[in-house]
């Protein structure tokens, strides 16, 4: 599974992106999802992760109540949206596949990963 992630850009704080992870050829994305970020100089960190059927969701602490994580009605697309976002947002963010439809913050829980898109919020 090749996964793609869109969306990202300049925003000012309090503003809103909509994140897309996208697989090749937007077959379904049949795994749970997770998004992670990693900003400079700091360990990629966990933000929010989906089933497989979206019944399920987890998000870290510092964006709940901001973030959504959810799945586009074509099955092909993990939605991240942000709002109210701050500067401490500011970062490269990835989304990945886990074969298991089991919801982890663990990085090593996932089996594929996508090329990450910027994120920087101005103050």
């Known amino acids: 599974v090749q996964l793609q992630a869109s969306g990202g850009g300049l925003v000012q704080t309090g503003g809103s992106l909509r994140l897309s992870c996208t697989a090749s050829g937007r077959a379904p994305i049949s795994y749970s999802v997770g998004w992670f970020r990693q900003a400079p100089g700091k360990e990629r960190e966990f933000v929010a992760a989906i089933t497989k059927s979206g019944r399920m969701t987890d998000y870290t602490n510092s964006v709940k109540g901001r973030f959504t994580i959810s799945r586009g009605n074509a099955k092909s697309t993990v939605i991240l949206r942000m709002n109210s976002l701050k500067p401490e947002d500011t970062a490269i963010y990835y989304c990945?596949?886990?074969?298991?439809?089991?919801?982890?913050?663990?990085?090593?829980?996932?089996?594929?990963w996508g090329q990450g898109t910027q994120v920087t919020v101005s103050s």
């Open positions: 990945a596949a886990a074969v298991r439809d089991m919801i982890s913050q663990s990085e090593l829980w996932y089996n594929y």
